[in-house]
């Protein structure tokens, strides 16, 4: 069965700082893997999508990387700001899960001015 | 702006009540997914459509219903639901369930209230 874990649970920096998010998977053989926003209450937005065969991908401040073979992906934000507070999810479309997306728990993310 | 509609934002209904979620997209996109989420936890599949046909049904109690009439459009239909069923729901689309290398969008949700 497919799990997803993300480290950290929550996470506070001060503005500017560079972070990154972590996400664990038990199984490799998975399609891809995205990486959403939400903010409280709010539907999910899609930041990132990274395919099994790529390594990485870039979206202005945002990078994610994917390591299949160790079942580790990371969300890196350069230069955060405010507005980046939210939860951030990481999901990944498994092989073994009627090839449906399974969802990490999130890492709550507060960014202080 | 997110390009799946989701209505109303907020439903507030009692547990013998009768009401129906609405989901809508205009991508063109042939698989509709229904997710449920609680506080601080991700989101669980409920329901997959794939070309109208309910593909997944994640053994969800019988008083959620979902409907698809076309390919643009979700509903889920609620009857005699419990207060542990208040949630937000969530709406999702991609351009088809076989199609494993594209993303997933999202509705902005309806937050449900059980009294």
């Known amino acids: 069965k497919q799990e997803v874990t993300q480290i950290p649970a929550a996470l506070s920096v001060p503005e500017g700082e560079n972070l990154v998010l972590n996400c664990s998977f038990t199984?490799?053989?998975?399609?891809?893997l995205q990486w959403f926003r939400q903010d409280p209450g709010k539907g999910l937005t899609s930041l990132l999508l990274?395919?099994?065969?790529?390594r990485e991908q870039t979206s202005g401040r945002l990078n994610a990387s994917l390591d299949k073979s160790s079942g580790r992906s990371t969300l890196y934000i350069a230069a955060s700001q405010p507005g980046d507070s939210a939860t951030y999810l990481c999901?990944?479309?498994?092989?073994?899960?009627?090839?449906?997306?399974?969802f990490g728990p999130g890492t709550r993310l507060s960014v202080l001015p | 702006d997110t390009e799946v509609t989701q209505t109303p934002k907020h439903l507030v209904m009692g547990m013998t009540n009768k009401k129906s979620l609405k989901c809508e997209q205009h991508?063109?996109?042939?698989?509709m997914y229904w997710y449920k989420q609680k506080a601080k936890k991700p989101p669980e599949l409920m329901f997959v459509?794939?070309?109208?046909?309910?593909?997944i049904n994640e053994s969800v109690p019988s008083r959620f219903s979902p409907e698809c009439p076309n390919s643009s459009l979700l509903n889920l239909h609620l009857h005699a639901l419990q207060p542990e069923d208040s949630a937000l729901y969530l709406c999702?689309?991609?351009?088809?369930?076989?199609?494993?290398?594209?993303?997933?969008?999202f509705g902005d949700g309806t937050r449900l209230s059980i009294l």
């Open positions: 991508m063109g996109h042939r698989a």
């Open positions: 990274i395919q099994s065969s790529q």
């Open positions: 199984d490799s053989a998975i399609y891809n």
């Open positions: 999901a990944v479309r498994a092989h073994n899960y009627g090839q449906n997306f399974v």
């Open positions: 459509y794939s070309y109208e046909k309910l593909s």
């Open positions: 999702a689309s991609s351009p088809g369930q076989a199609y494993t290398y594209q993303p997933q969008h």
